[in-house]
Nanobody, 120 residues
């Protein structure tokens, strides 16, 4: 399996922005699709956004208009641009990436997560 590695989390004030990155831990052929999920304390993990190999995107209603998912296939990296952050966006954000691997296989795995904290 090729592990996705998240980065970019941190502490930000309400109304601020952060950009999360999800990079493949080693060389791959290309990204098939990738999604961001988040889990707040005491809550279940929830879907945030997804991007397909063709560039199609979909978002949870709670983040539409504020978050944007994109992919840089040259860098094997998926991004989540988060604007107009709210305290309720506070959570650990996880990347789930499905890759086409070098050699013709597929890999689907989760990253370790990155903490996003939005203060009011």
């Amino acid at each position: 399996q090729v592990q996705p590695v998240e980065s970019g989390g941190g502490l930000v004030q309400a109304g601020g922005s952060l950009r999360l990155s999800c990079a493949a831990s080693r060389s791959i052929f290309r990204i098939n699709f990738a999604a961001w999920y988040r889990q707040a304390p005491g809550k279940q993990r929830e879907f945030v956004a997804i991007i397909s190999s063709g560039g199609s995107t979909n978002y949870a209603e709670s983040v539409k208009g504020r978050f944007s998912i994109s992919a840089d296939n040259a860098k094997n990296t998926v991004y989540l641009q988060m604007n107009s952050l709210k305290p309720e966006d506070t959570a650990v954000y996880y990347c789930n990436a499905n890759y086409f691997t070098i050699g013709g296989g597929k890999s689907d795995s989760w990253g370790q997560g990155t903490q996003v904290t939005v203060s009011s």
